[in-house]
């Protein structure tokens, strides 16, 4: 019985609901045009063509115009009443179109902005327009001027990117001569070495053959043979002193090749952090591009929305509850549209 009852007043709340609003759209006022779309058929690029349209208020309550618009700088009502207009009554408005700048096929639509049920009511103007040679001249050539400023923008990038590893290179080439200049220091010094350690067992074979040659003479010669032990102990401090001198030389060496392995570490490190940054770039060149296709994505549906939108509203299919949902879905696309610029703007900050 409870879920009855609660049905029954539902049924009665929904059924004078419906009453009221037939009654507001009874009392409304109504507006009728005498025409809804003018057609100029084809006219030239940069005439001024004019009409009238005519309307009637077919409805029960008197008819305020509050605003009239069009679609485009280039259309321009003007000339409505002001005054309220009584049920039955007409009057008029005039439309300008000025076709510069506006070749090919043309469609404009005006709204009229009023106290009727909907809020507003459109009117539409048709023209084919013919190109004037000039304005295609100048058109074109403006095109080509983009394009050419694009590639020359496009080819100043891939001179800086080629002008930043020629750099690289050069670097590389010149860290590459110090290591065989280096290289060849070292190789020296070994050599020297060598021919030092040679002369010294020379010296010692030398120093070994007197000192055999002082003891068979010993026994006639024993002053000459302290003069030969002298001479050895003279010879080996040399000797000692030449080990020392390679050893040293050895140190350096060892330490020069340290040196040149770290700066090649550091080179190495430095290319790859190059590479990085390269990489870096072109994965934010590839994310500012997706950005402009998905915002052109997004602007290509709210196009589409509110193409639909008016040629719904102009057969005049769509109800109130139609109009907000559309407008509805209108702002949500507005608002996708405007968080991807946002994306995009952070994105070019990060380039900057």
Same mark, same amino acid.
């Given at each position: 019985?409870?879920?009855?009852? +609660? %049905? ?11 009453? #009221?609003?037939?009654? !507001? ?8 045009? !005498? ?6 058929? @084809?006219?030239?690029? =940069? ?10 208020? %077919? =409805?029960?309550?008197? +008819? ?5 618009? =069009?679609?485009?700088?280039?259309? %321009? ?24 700048? *506006? ?19 459109? %009117?539409?103007?048709? $023209?084919? @327009?013919?190109? !004037? ?15 050419? #400023? ?10 800086? +990117? $080629? ?28 050599? &020297? ?13 030398? $120093?070994?053959? *007197?000192?055999? $040659? ?7 010669? &024993? ?5 030969a032990e002298k001479k050895v102990a003279k010879t080996e401090k040399e000797i000692k002193r030449a ?18 392995? *770290? ?18 770039? /072109? ?6 591009? /997706?950005?402009?296709? /998905?915002?052109?994505?997004? @602007?290509?549906k709210l196009t589409k929305l509110k193409s639909k939108f008016e040629r719904s509203k102009a057969k =005049?299919? +769509? ?31 990060? @380039?900057?």
């Amino acid at each position: 019985m409870k879920k009855l009852k +609660l %049905v029954m007043s539902l049924f009665i709340a929904t059924f004078a609901l419906n009453t #009221q609003a037939q009654d !507001d759209t009874i009392s409304a006022p109504q507006i009728k045009f !005498d025409k809804t779309v003018q057609d100029w058929g @084809v006219i030239n690029e =940069g005439d001024r063509v004019e009409t009238d349209f005519t309307f009637t208020n %077919v =409805g029960n309550a008197p +008819l305020i115009i509050t605003r009239i618009k =069009g679609s485009c700088g280039c259309t %321009v009502p003007s000339g409505w009443s002001k005054e309220p207009i009584a049920p039955g009554a007409s009057s008029k408005f005039h439309v300008i179109f000025n076709s510069k700048g *506006k070749p090919n096929k043309q469609q404009k639509t005006i709204t009229i902005f009023s106290n009727t049920a909907t809020g507003k009511d459109y %009117v539409k103007i048709k $023209a084919q @327009v013919t190109p !004037d040679a000039k304005q295609e001249q100048l058109r074109a050539e403006r095109l080509v001027k983009r394009q050419e #400023q694009a590639e020359k923008r496009k080819a100043e990038r891939a001179q800086k +990117l $080629a002008s930043k590893t020629n750099r690289i290179e050069k670097t590389e080439e010149l860290k590459e001569k110090d290591y065989q200049q280096t290289k060849k220091k070292i190789s020296s010094t070994e050599k &020297e070495i060598n021919a030092r350690t040679k002369r010294e067992a020379d010296l010692r074979k030398e $120093a070994v053959r *007197k000192t055999k $040659a002082q003891k068979e003479k010993r026994e006639n010669a &024993e002053k000459s043979a302290k003069k030969a032990e002298k001479k050895v102990a003279k010879t080996e401090k040399e000797i000692k002193r030449a080990e020392k001198a390679r050893k040293k030389a050895e140190k350096k060496a060892k330490k020069a090749r340290k040196k040149e392995e *770290k700066a090649r570490k550091k080179e190495a490190k430095a290319r790859k952090k190059a590479a990085k940054a390269l990489k870096k770039q /072109k994965k934010l060149d590839n994310k500012i591009q /997706k950005a402009n296709i /998905k915002i052109d994505k997004e @602007v290509n549906k709210l196009t589409k929305l509110k193409s639909k939108f008016e040629r719904s509203k102009a057969k =005049g299919k +769509l109800s109130p509850n139609d109009i907000t949902k559309s407008e509805l879905k209108m702002q949500k696309q507005t608002d996708k549209i405007n968080k991807a610029k946002e994306k995009l703007q952070k994105l070019m900050r990060k @380039v900057k």
